[in-house]
């Protein structure tokens, strides 16, 4: 663990990464509100579903969540999650801020922010420790440097509350109030993290250093590290189309500008995300009435950390959703309702703790000008025109990779067999660039334990 000055920064890696907001417990003690602004290259929001809290949980890219607050051993705290591999890269920065609305930060005591792995790992910790006056506070930042994250302790308090925080992001201060609305998103329940964080004690003496992460000379030593609360679950958007925006410097006269989510015709499903979790083997219900037809729905598996490999088969079918090993414990596959309709049942092999999420079609990670990065299974959306994919992969046991596209307007298209655009079979390194058509079409990456990225560079308008 790497123990922050104020100004220090760390490398982080690129996973999904917890951050913790936290402060003593005592009576009278302000509340504190935590957030996270998404910034571009020029530090400012590009709109109101940049900023993340807790009466906007969820970013629509899925990437950065407010996942509820959490208590424990004196210790009070709200976490924010940020999937890095997932946030869209015209997103340079994620700034992770504090506010009180009764009160000064000088006035909190024990004021930290923590971030951690998914496992509850602890990365980094910093405390702050000059504040005075502040009604809006920015604890720290992850940043991208040279195609890879860190974390920095910023420390910067703001006398004018929120609204001057909101000004410095490019938000007009007369939009500030705004920020309380409640999201006019529909909203589904979710199971708390399969993962759950681990109560943690101080270290013996000094800080010590995680395995691929380096250590700040300015940091501190024998800091003690505050016992993190456990995150509870929070209501969160159904999955929501994202319009990315290019990071390729060309004039806009000469590319397309990405259309919206496609609809794929009335006979696409529409449900709330459905959670199911276990340990072992085990059969459970999908109580869902699927239409005849049905189009493709997808399956969003976790595992626990002891083992990676998972199997997920419909009943009654000899074919496979999941069966394979899933990097960094998460994959994402899409799975076929029957034709005939109604409700299906999934039987679940794994040695260990699983979780599987139910979304519908339009939960599928949007692509667009740009790169984009990520490990093992994975469904996206392109609905530009014509580009050109660049694809680079990697896995140290040389597996399996494969990129299958699906083209078409309805869910009968959409459940046709995929063509594979990339099949590299014992493929250490996978390093092709191949050329999709006009959207809608869904892409899969398949089968695949890498870690991968994808660049999509659309083509001059003729």
Known sequence: MTHLAKGANVPVPTAPLRIAVGRHQAPGVPAVEASAVLLDAAGTVRGDADIVFHGQPVHP?????????GEGAGQ?????????????????????????????????????AQVTYADGTILTHYDVTDASSETAFVLGEFYRRDGAWKFRAVGQGYDSGLAGLATDFGVEVA????????????????TPPLLPTAAVTPPPSGPVALQGVGKSDSAPGGVAVPPMAKPVPVAVPVGVPVQQTSSIATPAATLATPAAMPSWGAGLFHFEPLVFSGKGAKTVTVDLPFPQDSAPVILEARVGPQYHFLSVQIAGRSTDVFCNDLPGHYGRALLNPPRKGGPIKLVVRQSGTWELTLLPLTAALPIGPGTIQGSGREILVHTGTAADLKVR???????????????????????????????????????EKVRIPDGPLL?????SRHHWELTLDPLPLA
């Open 443 to 447: 892409l899969a990456i398949d089968k």
């Open 61 to 69: 890219s899925g990437a950065v969540r407010h996942v509820g607050t």
């Open 76 to 112: 009070f705290a709200e976490w924010l999650e940020l999937d890095l591999p997932r946030i869209e890269p015209a997103v340079q920065r994620v700034v992770v801020a504090g506010s009180c609305d009764d009160g000064t930060f000088g006035q909190v005591p024990g004021l930290y």
């Open 393 to 431: 992969a990697k896995d140290p046991h040389s597996g399996w990779f494969q990129l299958n596209q699906y083209q078409g307007d309805t869910p009968d298209d959409l459940r046709r067999p995929a063509e594979q655009l990339v099949h590299a079979w014992n493929g250490r390194r996978v390093k």
């Open 175 to 190: 939009q500030a109030p705004a920020l309380a609305a409640p999201p006019l998103l529909p909203t589904a329940a979710v």
